[in-house]
């Protein structure tokens, strides 16, 4: 499911609006993406940076909803068989029901579920949600997670480990961080899972780079909603450079030995 040399692009469902998102991930899939994650628009996101803040705000003011979101995520389910990671606030899950929503996305045939801001000590009930539904529950490391904590984290952590190359929000980067290749190192030796690198893997250099120093897959989100930011006024020319972008950054992973 979710494997080795994954390149894994993230949108905003609902970004620009209910149709071009459709559209955008259909592409998406046809240009090598391995896996999607698939964020939930919400008014407050705490750990994204003001390209990925301004693009939940485009979806939220074309009126998306959770239960449009779901139907997004239907029509997708119906073309492919992609795997599924959703990126959501825990408010939205809350809202709506935790079990419901579980029982939803089981329904839709999603693969994993993260929350970033549920910390484990807080996670009880979405973990039991989590194996009820046979969904796996995705957790963040960071630079500043401790060994320990990692032990923690590999008992409940299932898909995938999202590894948080840096401190601070998401968004694009000129550099990767220095200390990168030891924390990938301690988080594969500690989690028996997929590692994937997200914030601030922005051009194919990084996704190359990350893959050398040892990490099962690349995560990029804000680049792509810098590239529906700058081309809102032409949809066409916004589907086009989204999947020459998306097939570059999924080619360079695929190309590394």
Known sequence: MFGKKTFMPFVVLGDPNYEESIKIIKGLIKNGANALELGFAFSDPIADGPVIQRANNRALGNG????????????????????????????????????????????????????????????EELVANSKKHKINQVFLVSPTTTQERMKQLNKVCKGYVYLVSLLGTTGTREELNTKLPELIKLT??????????????????????????????AICGSAFCRIIEENLGDNKKMQNSIEKFCKEMSTVIKNEN
Do not use: W
């Open 188 to 217: 594969k030796k500690e989690m028996k899972l997929p590692v994937y690198v997200g914030f601030g893997i922005s051009k194919p250099e990084h996704a190359k780079n990350v893959i050398q120093l040892g990490a099962d897959g």
């Open 64 to 123: 998306i909803t959770t239960e449009k979101n779901f139907k997004i995520l239907e029509e997708i389910r119906n073309k492919s068989k992609i795997p599924i990671s959703l990126m959501l606030s825990y408010n939205l899950v809350y809202k709506y029901g935790t079990e419901n929503f579980y029982k939803k996305c089981k329904e839709l045939k999603i693969d994993a579920i993260l929350c970033p801001d549920v910390p484990i000590e807080e996670s």
